[in-house]
Nanobody, 116 residues
Protein backbone atom coordinates (compact mmCIF):
# COMPACT_ATOMS: atom_id res chain seq x y z
CA UNK A 1 0.00 0.00 0.00
CA UNK A 2 1.43 3.35 -1.03
CA UNK A 3 1.78 5.90 1.75
CA UNK A 4 2.12 9.66 1.45
CA UNK A 5 4.37 11.30 4.01
CA UNK A 6 4.15 15.05 4.50
CA UNK A 7 6.67 17.39 6.06
CA UNK A 8 7.44 21.08 6.36
CA UNK A 9 4.59 22.41 8.47
CA UNK A 10 5.09 24.55 11.52
CA UNK A 11 4.64 27.94 13.09
CA UNK A 12 5.47 31.04 11.07
CA UNK A 13 4.86 34.75 11.50
CA UNK A 14 2.53 36.63 9.16
CA UNK A 15 4.34 37.47 5.95
CA UNK A 16 6.62 34.48 6.31
CA UNK A 17 7.12 31.43 4.12
CA UNK A 18 6.96 27.67 4.43
CA UNK A 19 7.58 24.84 2.01
CA UNK A 20 5.55 21.67 2.35
CA UNK A 21 6.66 18.35 0.89
CA UNK A 22 4.74 15.14 0.29
CA UNK A 23 6.59 12.01 -0.72
CA UNK A 24 5.02 8.79 -1.95
CA UNK A 25 6.51 5.57 -0.62
CA UNK A 26 6.22 3.91 -4.03
CA UNK A 27 5.00 4.35 -7.57
CA UNK A 28 1.32 5.01 -8.13
CA UNK A 29 -0.26 3.34 -11.14
CA UNK A 30 -1.74 5.73 -13.69
CA UNK A 31 -1.32 8.86 -11.63
CA UNK A 32 -3.64 11.66 -12.73
CA UNK A 33 -2.71 14.60 -10.52
CA UNK A 34 -1.34 15.66 -7.16
CA UNK A 35 -2.78 18.31 -4.94
CA UNK A 36 -2.82 20.06 -1.62
CA UNK A 37 -5.93 20.57 0.47
CA UNK A 38 -6.38 22.30 3.79
CA UNK A 39 -8.86 22.20 6.62
CA UNK A 40 -9.18 24.94 9.20
CA UNK A 41 -10.99 24.36 12.51
CA UNK A 42 -14.75 24.33 12.00
CA UNK A 43 -14.43 24.49 8.22
CA UNK A 44 -14.65 22.03 5.38
CA UNK A 45 -11.57 20.72 3.65
CA UNK A 46 -10.81 22.85 0.59
CA UNK A 47 -8.59 22.52 -2.42
CA UNK A 48 -5.52 24.74 -2.29
CA UNK A 49 -3.61 23.75 -5.41
CA UNK A 50 -3.37 20.90 -7.88
CA UNK A 51 -0.84 19.91 -10.53
CA UNK A 52 -1.60 17.44 -13.28
CA UNK A 53 0.82 14.75 -14.41
CA UNK A 54 1.36 16.92 -17.47
CA UNK A 55 2.31 19.92 -15.37
CA UNK A 56 -0.85 22.04 -15.54
CA UNK A 57 -1.63 23.83 -12.31
CA UNK A 58 -4.72 25.27 -10.67
CA UNK A 59 -4.97 27.33 -7.51
CA UNK A 60 -7.66 28.49 -5.13
CA UNK A 61 -8.31 32.19 -5.58
CA UNK A 62 -7.23 32.88 -2.00
CA UNK A 63 -3.68 31.61 -2.59
CA UNK A 64 -3.06 32.51 -6.22
CA UNK A 65 0.11 34.53 -6.57
CA UNK A 66 1.36 33.49 -3.13
CA UNK A 67 1.55 29.69 -3.31
CA UNK A 68 3.33 27.54 -5.89
CA UNK A 69 2.83 23.82 -6.41
CA UNK A 70 5.52 21.73 -8.08
CA UNK A 71 6.80 18.17 -8.34
CA UNK A 72 10.10 16.39 -8.71
CA UNK A 73 10.98 14.79 -12.04
CA UNK A 74 9.98 11.32 -10.89
CA UNK A 75 6.54 12.56 -9.81
CA UNK A 76 7.07 10.93 -6.44
CA UNK A 77 7.13 14.14 -4.45
CA UNK A 78 4.89 17.19 -4.57
CA UNK A 79 5.81 20.51 -3.02
CA UNK A 80 3.86 23.55 -1.93
CA UNK A 81 5.82 26.76 -1.57
CA UNK A 82 3.80 29.18 0.53
CA UNK A 83 4.80 32.84 0.66
CA UNK A 84 3.23 35.92 2.24
CA UNK A 85 1.38 33.77 4.72
CA UNK A 86 -1.53 35.23 6.68
CA UNK A 87 -3.40 33.95 9.74
CA UNK A 88 -6.18 32.88 7.36
CA UNK A 89 -3.79 30.27 5.96
CA UNK A 90 -3.71 28.49 9.32
CA UNK A 91 -4.96 24.93 8.80
CA UNK A 92 -4.00 21.31 8.56
CA UNK A 93 -2.63 20.73 5.07
CA UNK A 94 -3.13 17.40 3.31
CA UNK A 95 -1.58 16.12 0.13
CA UNK A 96 -3.61 14.02 -2.28
CA UNK A 97 -2.62 11.86 -5.22
CA UNK A 98 -5.37 10.85 -7.63
CA UNK A 99 -5.44 8.06 -10.16
CA UNK A 100 -7.26 7.99 -13.48
CA UNK A 101 -9.21 4.99 -12.13
CA UNK A 102 -10.74 7.18 -9.44
CA UNK A 103 -8.53 5.94 -6.66
CA UNK A 104 -6.90 8.43 -4.33
CA UNK A 105 -4.27 8.53 -1.62
CA UNK A 106 -4.10 11.01 1.25
CA UNK A 107 -1.29 12.15 3.49
CA UNK A 108 -1.67 12.26 7.25
CA UNK A 109 -1.78 16.05 7.38
CA UNK A 110 0.67 18.66 8.58
CA UNK A 111 -0.22 21.64 10.73
CA UNK A 112 0.52 25.14 9.47
CA UNK A 113 0.03 27.93 11.97
CA UNK A 114 0.49 31.58 11.02
CA UNK A 115 0.65 33.77 14.08
CA UNK A 116 2.69 36.54 15.61
Amino acid sequence: QVQLVESGGGLVQPGGSLRLSCAASGSIFRLRDMGWYRQAPGKQRELVAVISIGGSTNYAASVKGRFTISTDNAKNTVFLQMNSLTPEDTAVYYCNYRQWSGGAFWGQGTQVTVSS
